[in-house]
């Protein structure tokens, strides 16, 4: 197990994946929550029987748009305030340290890792196993 401090945290990255993550989430949420709207105007109009001029001729496409556009919105404003908070940790980690994380080294079930193929590994014998190749050529 070691240990490793997260000193910086780059901008640029933060930027791009708040961003998209910040808009799929809007997105999604806006859709459903029209969505559901939408059906409650459409209840209502079934259940007094009459049209309210604009709102029959509202179709889906105006619906993805809309969302589109307040998703795309609301993940501009979501991202400006991401873009702060990274920009005052960076500030703050160069100050007074950054946050430490414990990481173990193993793999997916939980073994410990092997070294990889370019490294060396002794053996019972002391030497590298590289040595011990090279030596039988």
Avoid: C
């Avoid at 998209?20 to 007094?48: H, N, R, W």
């Avoid at 960076?90 to 410990?112: C, H, Q, S």
């Avoid at 890792?113 to 196993?129: H, N």
């Amino acid at each position: 197990m070691r240990t490793i401090e997260v000193r910086r945290v780059p901008l640029m990255s933060v930027i791009k994946v708040g961003f998209l993550v910040f808009f799929t989430i809007d997105f999604i949420g806006f859709l459903l929550y029209a969505s559901f709207f939408a059906s409650l105007i459409g209840m209502a109009l079934s259940t007094f029987g009459g049209e309210f001029g604009s709102f029959a001729h509202i179709g889906g496409a105006a619906l993805i748009f809309g969302g589109f556009f307040v998703a795309v919105l609301a993940a501009v404003f979501q991202t400006l305030v991401l873009f702060i908070a990274a920009v005052a940790y960076n500030v703050i980690a160069n100050a007074i340290g950054g946050v430490l994380l414990e990481v173990n080294d193993t793999d997916t079930r939980g073994m410990p890792l092997e070294p990889t193929a370019g490294s060396p590994v002794p053996d019972q014998g002391g030497r590298d196993s590289s040595e011990q190749d090279a030596g039988e050529d």
